[in-house]
Structures are given as C-alpha cells and as structure tokens.
T-cell receptor
C-alpha cells in the first residue's frame, strides 16, 4: 500500500524560510514529486527527486532520503504569492502518482 | 514545459446525464494519461491510468462502467462520467506523460463538475 504523510497546515512570515516535510511508505519507489496548488487550480510542478540528496531550483529546494522514506521542500525568501497548498507525491510501482493530503501554507506579512 | 489542455473547465449537469471531459497534449505525444479526482480540501486521488490504444487501468474502488476512459490517440484522452449523481461533483484533473519514466507529469487545468 501507499501512505504519505505531510503536515496539514503551516504558517510562515514573508521573507523567511519554511521547510515542509513529507514521509512516505510505499510498495515501490520511482521518484518523489512536489507540486504547488492554488485553490481551484491544477497542481504545478516544483521538483522531482529520485536519488538521495538536495535538488535546488531558485527559491525552492527539495531533499530526499530513500532509506528514511523522507523528503522536504524548502522555500526561501517567502513571498505572499507562495501561499498555497504543497503536495508531496510518490511514484511507486505503478505509473500514476500517489499524493499526500497537501500542506496548506499561509504566508503572513 | 509541455502543455496539456483540459476541457471544459467548468460544467454543470443534471443528475442522470453524462458528461465528457477531454484532455489533450498539445505539443507532445502522451503515451500515458492519468485521471485524478479531488474533493474539496482533499488531495488528488488517482482514478485510472490509460495507455494509448489499450484499456484503462482503474484504481481500486473506481467504477469502470461509471467513469469511461478512452485514449484513442497519442494526444487525446477522454473521461466520461455516466449517469452522473450529485456525489460525483468534484474537481477532475488529467495529467500526461511522454514515457513511463517521465520525470514530470504535466497537468491539465482541471474540470469542476457540479451535478444538480
């Protein structure tokens, strides 16, 4: 089976840094994805990790530890527009993605 | 990035009618398309995986006779919600990839279905 856990909600301050954690237990592993989703819109791709380590892309970084079944998404220099839900998703043995429930990130001035 | 177009973006239908949602990959050939469903404040749930020219693979608990998926070409997949009921009201999203090892799933814009 697939199980993906991430915090339901987080609050952070504009200009600060926030880390969103994701833990997973899946029957197979073929990559972990992070998506950003604004209310009523489709998710947009942020990052993909399949090997252990840190992937950096501008203000966003994602880390993966396969042995620990753990990933995090790091957002730097937070902006108000970063207020959104952040979805952790794992591609297991099957082709489709299994999504976590998403972390609702609230950015305060 | 690649573009996936989903249509319609919103649809309201009467209970008992059928609704078809289209998902097109505009600038690449999508060998595999995925259909997801999302209830308010819930995460996306994979409904089915479709490969061009073959029958879709449905996730456990998804009624294949109610949610008909056709992937007749490398650029088009359709989801038809048959005999819709109010509990089918949801946000339906498709995604497409060009290969089994694609590192990115390109999403359509989503379809908000309301059954009245």
């Amino acid at each position: 089976g697939q199980n993906i856990d991430q915090p339901t909600e987080m609050t952070a301050t504009e200009g600060a840094i926030v880390q969103i954690n994701c833990t997973y237990q899946t029957s197979g592993f073929n990559g972990l994805f992070w998506y950003q989703q604004h209310a009523g819109e489709a998710p947009t791709f942020l990052s993909y990790n399949v090997l252990d380590g840190l992937e950096e892309k501008g203000r966003f970084s994602s880390f993966l530890s396969r042995s620990k079944g753990y990933s995090y998404l790091l957002l730097k220099e937070l902006q108000m527009k970063d207020s959104a839900s952040y979805l952790c998703a794992v591609r297991g043995g099957a082709d489709g993605l299994t999504f976590g429930k998403g972390t609702h990130l609230i950015i305060q001035p | 990035g690649a573009v996936v177009s989903q249509h319609p973006s919103r649809v309201i239908c009467k209970s008992g009618t059928s609704v078809k949602i289209e998902c097109r990959s505009l600038d690449f050939q999508a060998t595999t398309m995925f259909w997801y469903r999302q209830f308010p404040k819930k995460s996306l749930m994979l409904m089915a995986t479709s490969n061009e020219g073959s029958k879709a693979t449905y996730e456990q608990g998804v009624e294949k006779d109610k949610f008909l998926i056709n992937h007749a070409s490398l650029t088009l997949s359709t989801l038809t919600v048959t005999s819709a009921h109010p509990e089918d009201s949801s946000f339906y999203i498709c995604s497409a990839s060009s290969s089994r090892d694609s590192t990115e799933a390109f999403f359509g814009q989503g379809t908000r279905l309301t059954v009245v």
